[in-house]
């Protein structure tokens, strides 16, 4: 197999621009061909200008998706960046004894540890009153392990312990040194693909959205591109949080800052 060349790079870097928004710095070439030379090999191809031919013929839409998944990075772990969920908390007790659902999108879920730590704090704040989670991604790879709710125990080191006693099974025989999450939670979330780059499917709408550490990796336009299409489904009394490296203030003028990360519908 051929190295990876200049060219064929930034030929990489305009194929997931167009396909998720994402910008890869000069930086990511050695990642680039370190995640997409197993593909080459089980394709059986002899260059990277190859594989950039399958996927640019329309063929093959499976092994376009395939490429996603393997350069979108997805880190996550369970309750990141806790002051989010002490938010959370103050807004779903405020919400208690209200007839309609209390809903909150993961528009990044990546594995699902982001949608489990939000039902968690949903379920403990209002039990069995109507809530519910919505986790989404643009890699169908990490949704399909988001849906199996299975987790090394390694994974949940962050989750409290009560949460941890409440929410999650220990797993036992071959499955030992894992946790899954319980049917009651699981049944509350679903996971769905969305590609926050293209025109949105009908979701409904949400007392708060999730939008953390994914904006790191676009454009200011694609940045205000995303935020526009998220605006139609966020409460006009709702909020959307960031992750606490990022910032909206120069974005957009549609949502204004509440708190460090945390942001409000202007209208």
């Known amino acids: ?66 490429a996603v998944d393997l350069l979108t990075t997805n880190e996550t772990y369970f309750f990141r960046e806790i002051k989010h969920f002490e ?16 809903r909150v999108w993961s528009a990044a879920s990546s594995s699902g540890e982001e949608a489990f730590s939000i039902a968690m704090v949903l379920a403990d704040c209002l039990g069995d009153a109507p809530w519910d989670v919505l986790g989404t991604d643009i890699s169908s790879r990490v949704l399909a392990g988001a849906e199996r709710a299975l987790y090394t125990m390694e994974r949940g080191r962050h989750i409290p312990e009560a949460y941890l006693k409440r929410y999650c099974m220990k797993g036992a025989a071959e499955f030992e040194g894992s946790l899954l999450i319980q049917r009651a939670l699981r049944n509350r ?27 790191i990796y676009f454009s200011d336009d694609t940045k205000r591109q995303v935020i526009a299409r998220l605006l139609p489904p966020l409460k006009k009394s709702g909020y959307l949080l960031v992750g606490h490296s990022e910032s909206l203030n120069e974005i957009s003028s549609a949502v204004r800052p509440v708190a460090p990360s945390i942001y409000r519908r202007a209208t």
Do not use: W
């Not at 063929?59 to 395939?66: K, T, Y």
């Not at 996971?191 to 994914?214: C, K, M, S, T, Y």
């Open 189 to 215: 979330v679903s996971f769905r693909q969305v590609n926050l780059n293209v025109a949105l499917p009908e979701l409904g709408q949400f007392d708060i959205i999730f939008l953390r550490n994914v904006m």
């Open 1 to 66: 197999m051929k190295a990876i060349t200049d060219k064929e790079f930034r030929q990489f870097q305009q194929f997931i621009f167009d396909a998720a928004g994402i910008t890869l710095p000069d930086s990511k070439k050695i990642l680039v061909s370190g995640r997409l030379s197993k593909r080459l090999h089980a394709c059986e191809l002899e260059s990277f200008s190859d594989y950039l031919l399958l996927l640019g013929s329309g063929l093959r839409p499976d092994e376009v998706q395939r």
């Open 87 to 102: 938010f959370l908390r103050a807004q779903a007790l405020a919400a208690r004894g209200r007839v309609e659902s209390f």
